[in-house]
């Protein structure tokens, strides 16, 4: 899933905004061992903030981040606070088909590309947009881009495409289904409390080991 994080710079100077803008690709990797993918991120050198989108994993181990991020900062004498938290939303769903004509000539190839007019119209019954569709002559394979806002739609587009190609006598192979994320401008918004509070365990661990 996607979110866009806003983190403000306490205690601002230019000298210490300067030092935290350097620190960009070490955040951004130890984002990457914790579970997240640094998408962009931006800097208003105005109010000191930055404007992270992070795309999260599977794997993703928050607490030990946010606590080595905090450590991180802390041996410069940076300081950040959450000023905004949001889940970013996808558009509507898309996958992309990589499919392959099974015991290909020529001339079952043209007739494969001539069902894509029919096979769209079954799209729009459906309610399923194809686009993006690209023929690799070479390898006799196909990959378009389909868009959804119901995974029963997308199914049974699937069932009406293999059936459409069959009556013509053609038989596919599906080499690849693959989500594209598509993200629009609407959020979510989601709780600072525990994120802010992670972080002041991380000054408190810092400050432990600082006094030793």
């Known amino acids: 899933m ?7 710079l306490i205690d601002a100077t230019n000298e210490k905004w300067d030092i935290y803008k350097s620190l960009e690709i070490k955040i951004a990797s130890l984002a990457q061992k914790y579970g997240i993918t640094v998408i962009s991120s931006s800097y208003d050198n105005e109010t000191f903030v930055k404007t992270l989108y992070l795309d999260k994993g599977n794997d993703l181990d928050e607490r030990n981040l946010i606590l080595k991020m905090g450590n991180l900062l802390g041996s410069h004498s940076l300081e950040t606070v959450v000023i905004s938290y949001v889940e970013v939303i996808p558009n509507n769903n898309k996958i992309k088909y990589t499919i392959e004509l099974l015991s290909p000539t020529q001339e079952r190839w043209s007739l494969f590309k001539s069902a894509e007019l029919q096979i769209k119209e079954h799209a729009d019954e459906e309610k399923v947009r194809l686009e993006d569709i690209k023929y690799n002559d070479k390898d006799y394979i196909v990959s378009m881009v389909a868009s959804y806002n119901s ?8 069932s009406k495409m293999v059936l459409c190609l069959k009556l013509l006598g053609l038989e596919v192979k599906y080499l690849d289904v693959t989500e594209v994320k598509n993200y629009s401008n609407e959020v979510r ?15 408190e661990s810092l400050e432990k080991l600082c006094s030793r």
């Open 189 to 203: 918004d989601l709780s600072l409390y525990n994120l802010n509070k992670l972080m002041d365990k991380a000054e």
């Open 2 to 8: 996607r979110y866009r994080t806003e983190l403000q």
């Open 151 to 158: 995974e029963i739609a997308r199914s049974n587009l699937d």
